[in-house]
């Protein structure tokens, strides 16, 4: 059987080359019609052909206040009280109850500052006048571990139970009323957190889009989905989403206002004081606190948090500014959406890099043997190895992915064009009766 060795495909190279330019051109050709047809499907989510339609719905908003706490400024907690009051807009407080006297980052053991009765006195008021209500945010607000920022996860349940337990019943008796809703500093936690929540008889977590949770859980989730800068396209947001009872938790702390952080405040007390008004005379905002939101949303499930926990992977592994153009269209109840975006955005770009990968073997390989050889041999290890790095654990980010992708188009292109020139090079077969016709 004629069979074509590598070196006599390098030794062939030159001549190779000349004979294959237009079919190498075609196969350009229709590499480019086979990347536009998928680029155009990868629009598509994109651009709103979806067929939907802003509809007339309610839009839930909760603003969720962090780190009310013996440390913190009473003036700006004063006048973020009032503007909630005057404007008839509830908030929830997220307190915490023994805040540590020196840094938030330091874990050696430090003294702590129990919330005062003045402190207490504040709640109670605006808790009785029915604008707020209050939600334990940890116990001193302290890092565990200098390894992440982290105040519970990883603590042995019978260690998280008893900081909860501690930190609820001061809680309650300062303010004279339950409280049933955890928020974590950093929002950080664990599956044992969830059992000590359910134990405890607390009812709902106010943590991240991103946290764990078991599909047991009877606990409401309240995950933070924006800050005060992105309140206004998350509106947006909603009102494009076929989600039939979008809910935005806006996040915000002291240092968001002028007057307290002159350099990185976003807003001053007016300006903030006139969105809540503006909020408040907008007619498909329902605005609420995380208390009346568990009354008054019917899924507040772990399946519902689950579902978006699932979206919020699949937006993390695009790049920015395809997220904002996804999120100018879709909120978190459009999960097939979101892994089509991904999952196409992907392919494309396996497709490129294997053209690329191919034109560079076409030419190169016929050139030099040991660059064959590296290509044969070579690149399975490199994406087993390179796979692996980037699944070793359910964590994967868009870098690691990308770096996935960009292996695969390499392999791809490489074993596509390693035959191809294999069979090129072969001599054609000659038949019995070739020779009588030469
Ligand atoms: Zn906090």
Known sequence: MAGVTLGDAC??????????????????????????????????????????????????????????????????????????RKNKVPVTFAVIPFVCAGSEHDPSPQNSLPLTP??????????????????????????????????????????????????????????????????????????????VLEDLGFSTLSASKAGKAEKTTTLNFLPATCELPQLRNAIGAARNSSDTQPVIVVVFHEYDFREFDKKHGKITYQEFSDLLRGLRSTEDVRLLSIGQATGMINDLTVSRFLLNRSIHTALNLLPSFLVKVYDSRYTDRDHGYSWLCAGLFYVTIILLVALVSFAAGRFMFPRSAFLMNVGIYGSIPLLVTVLVYVFHDLDVTIGRAMIGALIVGISVGTWLCIPSLAKKTHPRKTGPGDENRA
Not at 168 to 175: M, V
């Open 11 to 84: 030794a062939k190279g030159r001549g190779i080359i000349k004979v294959e330019v237009h079919m190498i051109g075609n196969v350009v050709l229709l590499y480019r019609g086979i990347l536009i047809a998928i680029l155009f499907a990868c629009m598509i989510p994109f651009t709103g052909c979806s067929g939907q339609t802003a509809k007339a719905k309610q839009i839930n908003v909760i603003f969720r206040f962090d780190d009310y706490s013996a440390k913190s400024s009473m003036d700006t907690e004063l006048k973020i009280i009032d503007a909630f």
């Open 118 to 195: 003045t402190k207490g006195n504040i709640l109670k008021a605006a808790l009785k006048s029915g604008i707020l209500d209050v939600a334990l945010h940890g116990y001193a607000h302290q890092i565990v571990s200098v390894r992440e920022m982290n105040e519970f996860s990883g603590l042995d349940y019978g260690v998280q139970a008893k900081k909860l337990a501690e930190g609820k019943k001061f809680l309650e008796a300062l303010i004279d009323a339950p409280v049933t809703t955890f928020v974590p500093p950093w929002n950080a936690y664990d599956l044992n957190t969830l059992r």
